[in-house]
């Protein structure tokens, strides 16, 4: 993934702080994806509370292991919510994950 730390693919670079932009395990079954990162989840490439709060409730709920649920965002970078031609140039990078890992179910938040 390292050819996404450089990405030009839409206008949200020139705001990026960092970026948040995690390998999906393989035996991942389950991902949830909120709609960005938030600049602190880019400075530290970490997931922002909320998913990680979902992501955590559902692995409790289902008694799943860390590695069965993985967390990503629609645009890994940049600040606001996405236009679509944002999320368009980042879904490249989440079908690029989709062939490693085939999650079964993708749990898509809204804006908090």
């Not at 960092?18 to 079954?29: N, S």
């Not at 600040?79 to 990078?93: I, L, Y």
Request: charged share 25%; aromatic share 6%.
């Amino acid at each position: 993934m390292s050819e996404w730390n450089d990405c030009q693919r839409c206008e949200r670079y020139r705001d990026k702080w960092g970026l948040f932009a995690p390998e999906w395990p393989e035996d991942a079954g389950i991902v949830v994806v909120s709609a960005h990162a938030s600049r602190l989840s880019q400075a530290i490439a970490a997931p922002d509370a909320s998913p990680y709060r979902t992501a955590s409730i559902i692995r409790a709920s289902l008694g799943l292991e860390d590695g069965m649920v993985a967390i990503d965002t629609l645009a890994a970078c940049g600040r606001g919510m996405p236009t679509a031609s944002d999320v368009a140039a980042c879904g490249e990078r989440i079908g690029e994950k989709a062939t490693v890992a085939t999650p079964m179910f993708v749990v898509l938040l809204g804006k908090d």
